[in-house]
């Protein structure tokens, strides 16, 4: 429950609806569309922490369709602005020089599917649920839940606008907005804030294993047109990740000579050294992927968690007053490679069971007795897999694959943060790197291209529980990994002669960051949160 604070004396104006959904992706859209659709008398409202609908938005991506038709059945008449049909299918295995192509899995399959930009996507979306009477409004950021005396959560509260670093109001204050509601909605996405505390306070994880992730990373570039083949879509795994390391890319070829690229690498790395952004500049030059991007340039470039834990990490997904939905739930097919389709799957399932009841209650049984939920256990020992290496890996993909998920056993996942090895117990692989030539140079290069905007005076929205760990036992222990697993150069160790002892404190950079969450995740002692900054903050992706 939100504990009493000095904002709680403050006067705030009240807004009331029958519905209230955070976040503006595609479970949050899915779901306003397709209860509008159903019930248009009730009143619903959604709220995005972005700017605009879309700009905190990124994924690969290629979606199924499937539950897009059942939504908007013309929807193909008047499509997204990048939408390229699916074409040609590549799986390969690299080495440093060179890859080998290796039979596509039946999971990776495209045909039929779309290579979209799930931003556009959204923005693409939020007109036609505001054509149906749904109230959308971006720049809101939902600080807190808002919670009846029996504990039900029963709406959100909009974090303040011009609070100053120092915890001052500064001249353009304004007090956030209470937004009350009968349902509270929440799609968050991969490691949403607000859900992360509900699932604490209402143990909605008690029966099932800690939730998993990916860092995804991502740029869209524009390159001459004659080295693109719209619809090809090639995976690779193999270098530069070593056999311990969970990674992969993605190239999916667009239109106008647009190529959208990127690289995936599991949060439970065990090498306290590893750097995933590194790792993707890495692949970015290799032999087979340098000729494509070599005279083009970056358009934009971001970073996000991806949600990977799978059916046994699902938790109860709902609770008195809220319900979960998307991939803050963790929805994720992690050998499709997709989740859009899950998300837009469980956000009109969701619709159709509000539409009935306008209750929570009877949610959790619903999403678990549906076809998202039996394509998520086909595949749930396929990622776990690979955390006895590459090869391990691979075999049982297949083996779970041509079986369909038969089993009789289900593999376990634990939290990603608890995977790290210290500094002095792990000998890190040789990386066999080589020497980079293509942009961005550095980490702070590549943060330009997220156009990534925060006002420096207000207060830091990456809460560190003792700062003082940072620089004693996480020094001596991981070496500060947060200053290479951050995408965004948030986190720096500085001198500081005024620090007894250490002569060191850590510095922490919020205006870069780009809120893929990942610090939130994989921080080895949990004393990192991350929180809402000012509404409207952050990343301005485009075509993400």
């Known amino acids: 429950m939100s504990q009493p604070s000095a904002s709680d004396a403050i006067e705030r104006d009240v807004m009331e609806y029958d519905v209230v959904t955070v976040g503006a992706g595609p479970a949050g859209l899915a779901f306003a569309i397709r209860l509008k659709q159903l019930k248009p008398e009730l009143s619903v409202c959604v709220i995005e922490k972005a700017s605009t609908i879309g700009a905190h938005i990124l994924s690969g991506a290629v979606i199924e369709p499937g539950p897009l038709d059942t939504l908007l059945p013309n929807w193909r008449d008047n499509p997204p602005p990048i939408c390229v049909p699916a074409k ?31 931003g556009a996507m959204c923005a693409w979306l939020a007109p036609q649920a505001e054509a149906l009477g749904v109230e959308i409004y971006p720049g809101f950021a939902a600080a807190e839940t808002l919670h009846d005396d029996s504990g039900a959560v029963v709406g959100v509260r909009i974090g303040d606008m011009g609070v100053a670093k120092d915890g001052s ?11 009350r509601a009968k349902v509270t909605v929440l799609a968050e996405g991969a490691r949403g804030h607000l859900t992360k505390r509900l699932i604490k306070q209402f ?36 270098w530069p990740a070593d056999n311990r390391t969970y990674g992969g890319s993605f190239l999916y070829h667009l239109d106008k000579g647009r190529i959208a ?67 803050t739930a963790g ?4 050998p499709k490679i997709k989740g859009t389709h899950q998300a837009m799957r469980s956000g009109m399932l969701a619709a159709e069971h509000l539409a009935e009841t306008l209750s929570p209650q009877g949610w959790d049984a619903k999403l678990r007795a549906s076809e998202a939920m039996a394509e998520l256990r086909r595949v749930r020992n396929i990622k776990p897999g690979f955390k006895r290496g590459f090869w391990f890996g691979m075999f049982n993909a297949a083996w ?28 890190s692989p040789r990386r066999d ?75 922490i950079n919020a205006a870069n960051c780009v809120h893929c969450k990942t610090c939130d995740i ?14 409207g903050s952050g990343p301005n992706y485009q075509n993400l």
């Open 169 to 179: 109001h500064k001249p353009t204050y304004t007090a956030g907005i209470d937004i």
């Open 331 to 334: 929805l994720l097919n992690v």
């Open 203 to 238: 143990r909605l994880d008690a029966d099932s294993d800690p939730q998993t992730y990916s860092i995804g990373i991502k740029e869209l570039w524009q390159v001459p047109e004659e080295l693109v083949t719209p619809g090809r879509i090639v995976h690779t795994v193999g």
């Open 400 to 427: 779970e694959t041509v079986t369909g998920g038969a089993s009789p056993w289900t593999l376990r996942n634990t939290p990603d943060w608890s995977s790290l090895e210290k500094i002095g117990e792990y000998e």
């Open 261 to 327: 690229l990127g690289y995936v690498s599991g949060l439970d790395y065990k090498d306290p050294r590893y750097q995933p952004w590194e790792a993707f500049q890495q692949w970015k030059n290799h032999p087979m992927v340098k000729p494509l991007l070599e005279g083009g340039s970056i358009l934009s470039a971001g970073a996000r968690a991806i949600v990977t834990g799978g059916w046994q990490s699902l938790p109860k997904v709902e609770m008195p007053g809220a319900l979960l939905i998307g991939d």
């Open 433 to 507: 790197y080589v020497d980079r030539s293509l942009p961005p140079r550095d980490r702070l290069a590549g943060v330009y291209f997220a156009a990534t905007e925060h006002d420096e005076d207000q207060p830091v929205h990456l809460k560190v529980v003792d700062t003082s760990i940072c620089v004693t036992r996480c020094a001596e222990e991981y070496a500060n990994p947060c200053t290479r697993f951050c995408p965004a150069g948030v986190y720096e160790i500085v001198d500081d002669p005024s620090s007894e002892g250490t002569g060191k404190r850590l510095q």
């Open 522 to 535: 994989k921080d080895p002692y949990e004393i990192i949160h991350w929180v809402t900054p000012e509404g």
């Open 88 to 118: 040609d299918d590549e799986f390969w295995l690299l080495s440093k020089t060179g890859g080998r192509k290796l039979p596509l899995p039946p999971t990776m399959n495209n045909h039929g599917n779309f290579i979209v930009s799930l």
